[in-house]
């Protein structure tokens, strides 16, 4: 019998429990209006991975979630290229991480 392993990543995402309440936001916002593929939870995983791996650049933060792609499916997450990321940071709503900022803090 194997047991799965969760990673350290994976495991304080799920401890946050706040994927209902992003999705809920995402609604209200309506981020995901026009994207085609990258979800703005991958988004928020992309830029919770940069700010907790220390990352640079774009680049950085690409090869690294490409470097765990079966450790994101567990958490519904995907990898993006560094376009793909860039395109995103410019056109998503900052309001919407605004706004799960503050369900997170409550």
Not at 22 to 33: M, Y
Not at 61 to 73: A, M
Request: hydrophobic share 40%; aromatic share 10%.
């Amino acid at each position: 019998m194997q047991r799965a392993t969760i990673s350290m990543f994976a495991q304080l995402v799920q401890s946050m429990g706040c994927k209902l309440e992003f999705q809920h936001l995402v609604n209200k916002h309506q981020s995901d209006k026009a994207s085609k593929g990258f979800s703005s939870w991958s988004q928020f995983i992309a830029m919770l991975f940069c700010q907790l791996t220390g990352a640079d650049s774009l680049r950085e933060i690409s090869d690294g979630l490409f470097s765990s792609l079966g450790k994101l499916n567990h958490i519904g997450a995907k990898a993006a290229c560094r376009s793909t990321l860039s395109h995103a940071n410019q056109n998503r709503p900052y309001k919407l991480y605004e706004d799960f900022y503050h369900v997170l803090l409550d």
